[in-house]
Each structure stands twice: as structure tokens, then as C-alpha cells.
């Protein structure tokens, strides 16, 4: 009833009318399972096929755009106002970026590769292989900024360029990201990365470091990683900033026969996974009887709902990753925060678990004294 009542809601803002004129497909609910074979639709804007995620949890907020280029073909210029985070589905191609009458950027792209265009900058994706499509994964908050600007043309085509953003860093704008130290930083490892102070984040709680850039050229092999000891399951995470944008990301790897603890955070998140087999559980709190249960692999995508509960689960043989395209700063905080430890969680978590694991012949990697101990520290060996 709530969902269904929220979807009324979103279904009256600005975005959502113009999506719905555009007359591709949108994907709603909870998630789609496989990014690489859902049906597409012709949108002249591109050039090219595209669909659009509205799943329950980024309505209002954030864009999911799937963008499929066709054998050794490319889209057609784009120019947004807003930046974008662009995710590689599937293929290998080249991204040419420039602002007004600027030379353009160009840089070569493969599967799994993560890049941002900043706003204002006119963009171009291409095929390079002439036997197959590509499909990348594009995330923005469109929705929230029509809902005080409805005009969707004003971010298209307007005139504003801001060549700064793109040519003031030189060659180095989509070059090799950089560690950044947040203030009380404590990762050991971060000065052999070449880490640098920056006194404007704080990274403390994720092992001290961020890693600002445009482009990151393989996210389902990324091993800067640092451990984080309050999520649970003895895993590792790596914190995005991209230069000049309030937009973030985030990547967990955790081990397979393993899962995390169950939290909250903010609406308008986005989670893909690059590498890994296992499924996440959604809940309303006070509503476990109505859990949401997405099933997950390489190109799988879901929304965690905002003020939900959400939980991942590693049933496969291999480490897992998870890639979030995170929200704005305004939904953070402790109010979108919040953790239920091992020592507290209902009992038909573990017995889910265990049951998904069997089908699979194999059995929990879970240490008895995590579910016994609150405060059960995980080993990192000399890097925690």
C-alpha cells in the first residue's frame, strides 16, 4: 500500500511526465536481474537504444539510464547540465568529453570500467568492436533537479559551457585516480599509494582513504581497497570522490560463504554488481513478513529503498562485489545510518542463509563469535 501510494506521488513530478513521453522501456520495482539482455527502446536524443530504471527507492531523486551502443557504431553528441557516472555493462569502446569549442578528450573504456563526465560538457560514447553491442549504465539526479526546474530541454541544450572543469587538469582529466587522505585518516597503507592530505572529507570510518578521479578503468578487479570493520563479514571497500561534483561512489568486496550486517541508508541510491553470486533482502522496518528478496549476479541492479533495511548475502564460491552510486549529502546522517548487529539480527536471516548456501553444496564461512560478540573485531592481518 505505501509503495503503491508512493508510486502515485512520483508518477505526478516533472521527470517522470517527460519520461513517460519519451516512450522507452522503464523498469520499476525492486530490481532487474541482468542489465545486459532487458529490451530497449529507440531514443532519437542518443542515437541509440535506451531504458530507464525508476525503481522503487530513486523516484524523485536519481536516473538510471541503460544506453546500448550497436556493433562499431556511436551515440550521437550529448550535453548535459548535470553530471553524469557512467558504468560499463558489457563491451569496449572509446568516450570522447569537451566543452564548447575545446579539443576533445578522448579515452578507451571496457567492461566494468567506471567514469564520470562533469556537468556542462558535451560527450560521445563509440563502439569499438564490430561483432557486438555495448551497454554502459548512466546515473545522474535529473529527477530532483526538474522537480524545481521542469524543463527538460534546460538540460540538454543549454549554452552554458564551463571549459574549467574539463581543461584546466590538462591531460590528467581521465588519467589514473589518486588516493586522498580524509582528516583522521588511520589506513597504513595509504602513503605507499601516494596518498595526499586533503582537510575537505572525512574518510575516517571507511580506513582512511578516498580515491578521487574521472576514470577507473576496472571495477570488478579495483584492489586499492581498505578494510571496514563496521559492516561486517571481514570486508573491504573503496570510496569514490570525482573532482569538482557532489556526486560519489562506493565499492564492498566481501567473501564468498559470507554477508553483511543489515543497515539503513538514504533514497536515491543505486547498487550494480560487477563480479559475484548472492542475493540482497530489502525490508520496511517493523515489516520483516513483507521482505523484498533480489537475486543477484555479474550485471544485476537493485535500489535499496530509503529508510529500508537491506542486507547482502555471498552464496557463491568467489569474493562478491557490490558498486553504489551514492546520494546526495543532504540524505546522510545518522537518521540514514543505522546497523543491526549479528548478535541481534532475527533468526530467519541466518536460516535463509544457510539454506541458499546448501543449494549450492557448501556451507557458512560466518565465525560463531561474530554472532555471539557485538563488538567482534575481523582479522585484516597487518592492514587493520
Known sequence: MVQERMTRMFSRLPYSQWLESLDVPIFRGHHVEDLRTVELGWWERMGCNVGFLQLFGMEGISEGRIVEIPPGAS???MKMTLGEI?????????????????????????AHAMFHIPRHAHYQISNLRGDQPARLLHYNY????????????Y??????????????????????????????????????????????????????VFWSGNFFPDMASWDRLSPWQSRGAG??????????????????VFDSRMYKKAHIHGPGRVIVIPKGEGYSILWEPGKEDERVIC????????TPPGHWYHQHFNTGTEPARYLKFSHLPQFSGAEYNQTIEYSDE???????????????????????????????????????
Do not use: C
Open 295 to 302: 537475486p543477484w549476479g555479474e550485471a544485476s541492479v537493485f
Open 75 to 77: 551515440s550521437k553528441p
Open 235 to 252: 570486508g573491504t571497500n573503496v570510496q569514490v570522490v570525482f573532482p569538482n561534483s557532489g556526486m560519489r561512489a562506493s565499492m564492498s
Open 142 to 153: 535529473m529527477p530532483l533537479a526538474m522537480t524545481v526546474l521542469p524543463d527538460p530541454e
Open 155 to 208: 538540460f540538454f541544450d543549454n549554452d552554458h559551457d564551463e571549459p574549467d572543469l574539463l581543461y584546466a587538469a590538462g591531460d590528467e582529466l581521465y588519467s589514473s585516480a589518486q588516493a586522498v587522505l580524509g582528516r583522521g585518516a588511520t589506513d597504513t597503507n595509504a602513503e605507499s599509494w601516494g596518498a595526499k592530505k586533503d582537510e575537505t572529507v572525512d574518510a575516517a570510518a571507511h580506513g582512511g
Open 86 to 110: 557512467v558504468y560499463v555493462v558489457s563491451g569496449q569502446g572509446v568516450a570522447s568529453v569537451w566543452s564548447g569549442d575545446g579539443p576533445k578528450i578522448n579515452f578507451e573504456w571496457q
Open 346 to 384: 532475527p533468526a530467519w536471516v541466518r536460516d535463509m542463509f544457510h539454506e541458499e548456501l546448501a543449494k549450492n553444496g557448501i556451507e557458512t564461512a560466518m565465525p560463531a563469535e561474530a554472532y555471539e560478540d557485538p563488538n567482534y573485531l575481523w582479522d585484516y592481518g597487518n592492514d587493520s
